[in-house]
């Protein structure tokens, strides 16, 4: 079926979320469009949709392999992914290695600064609010999320920062931090906690190991220039370019 026929669940601003082929499943498509602060700054990237759609394939795929839940079902195009249809839990849950972005200014540590551990935090989803930090105590009074499921979140978290970090640092890339979210799938009166969204370099701070050159969003929020040609890097170096097309492999200028 045609994306124009298909019903739009959701947009939001770097995908589209459409009805999927059976029920409990959605088409989630990746589009080339991208925001910083909260929507104020926007821009088209040409191929950013492709890219971060087999890059977030690649890690949905080897988070899955080892036992990481995950809504990724298969990919469709170079576009689209079948993902399992979740009830969204509305917190970014953010893990942090090294410190940078808000963190930094929040506590004023000097970006690069490596962090005693890894520090999670939990942001209410709220683009009116423009995200604000939240505590546990915020997430089970206003009922995000119950206490259960804030321990199997950490538990996920951890689990993705330690297998990413490994994956990352093997292509000489360090992971800085990310954002992830997770969302619940019901199975009678039950329900379980799975990762869902993307994982990409929209949603990761990725910095060459060697020359903490930025080969992620930031390049876009802070004007760096080279956003298409350092997203290709991550994917260059993650093994996945050669199933991209040509006119990706070659370059998009
Ligand atoms: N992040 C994200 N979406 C958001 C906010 C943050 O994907 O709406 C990611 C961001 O790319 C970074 C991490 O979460 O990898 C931590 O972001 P931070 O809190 O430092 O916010 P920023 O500096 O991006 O405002």
């Keep these: 079926m045609s994306t124009a026929r298909r019903k739009k669940i959701y947009e939001g601003k770097a995908k589209i979320l459409y009805e999927g082929p059976e029920p409990g499943t959605l088409i989630q498509y990746f589009k080339d469009d991208a925001t910083a602060f909260n929507a104020q700054k926007k821009a088209v990237l040409e191929g950013k949709g492709v890219i971060n759609n087999r890059i977030s394939e690649h890690i949905m795929t080897r988070l899955n392999a080892i036992g990481v839940q995950n809504h990724f079902i ?5 576009r689209e992914q079948l993902i399992k249809e979740v009830e969204i839990i509305p917190l970014e849950v953010v893990c942090r290695n090294v410190a ?4 930094s200014t929040r506590f004023g540590l000097p970006e690069g600064q490596a962090l005693p551990r ?3 935090e939990f942001y209410y989803k709220d683009d009116k609010l423009g995200d604000p930090l939240v505590t546990e105590e915020h997430v089970t009074a206003f009922n995000w999320a119950t206490t259960q499921e804030i321990d199997d979140i950490l538990a996920t978290t951890l689990r993705v920062n330690d297998f990413l970090s490994g994956m990352f640092g093997a292509v000489g890339i360090t992971l800085v931090d990310f954002k992830i979210e997770f969302g619940r799938v019901w199975e009678g009166d039950f329900s379980r906690v799975i990762l869902a969204d993307e994982i990409s370099p929209d949603s990761c ?3 060459d190991t060697i020359s903490s050159e930025k080969l992620d969003k930031d390049r876009f929020r802070r004007d760096l220039g080279n956003v298409i040609e350092s997203y290709t890097e991550v994917a260059r170096r993650l ?3 050669k199933d991209m097309p ?6 998009l200028h």
């Design 74 to 78: 298969k990919r469709l195009n170079l």
């Design 100 to 103: 940078a972005g808000s963190l």
């Design 118 to 120: 890894s520090i999670i």
């Design 205 to 207: 701070r990725l910095w």
């Design 239 to 241: 093994g996945v370019m």
């Design 246 to 251: 040509t006119v990706i492999q070659g370059g």
